[in-house]
Nanobody, 123 residues
Framework: QVQLVESGGGLVQAGGSLRLSCAAS????????MGWFRQAPGKEREFVAA????????YYADSVKGRFTISRDNAKNTVYLQMNSLKPEDTAVYYC????????????????WGQGTQVTVSS
């Protein structure tokens, strides 16, 4: 089992950058594929990015490809989401999630979730 805590959210102007972090507890973090999802008010939770347990493979939603980068440091039990060229439509609560299965864009594949961190992008 793993517990996840996100941090790094905040208010930023359009065009700016933020880096989200997700710290995991437990000694088996390196066994988990990790993902980032987001949910805006009144909208369904949507996939943002995912990374394999080794960090060797990544997968992005089309809406963030080329702007966001997911990475992980298994020695620090942490996964990151570097967000550049932010747009007002990126405003949402961002969640990290973990799965012992393959990295995936489907939220139903993830067993463990953090509490979320708010990202607000002003125009």
């Amino acid at each position: 089992q793993v517990q996840l805590v996100e941090s790094g959210g905040g208010l930023v102007q359009a065009g700016g950058s933020l880096r989200l972090s997700c710290a995991a507890s437990g000694r088996t973090f390196s066994s988990y594929a990790m993902g980032w999802f987001r949910q805006a008010p009144g909208k369904e939770r949507e996939f943002v990015a995912a990374i394999s347990w080794s960090g060797g493979s990544t997968y992005y939603a089309d809406s963030v490809k080329g702007r966001f980068t997911i990475s992980r440091d298994n020695a620090k039990n942490t996964v990151y989401l570097q967000m550049n060229s932010l747009k007002p439509e990126d405003t949402a609560v961002y969640y990290c999630a973990g799965t012992l299965g393959d990295y995936s864009g489907s939220y139903s594949q993830y067993d463990y979730w953090g509490q979320g961190t708010q990202v607000t992008v002003s125009s």
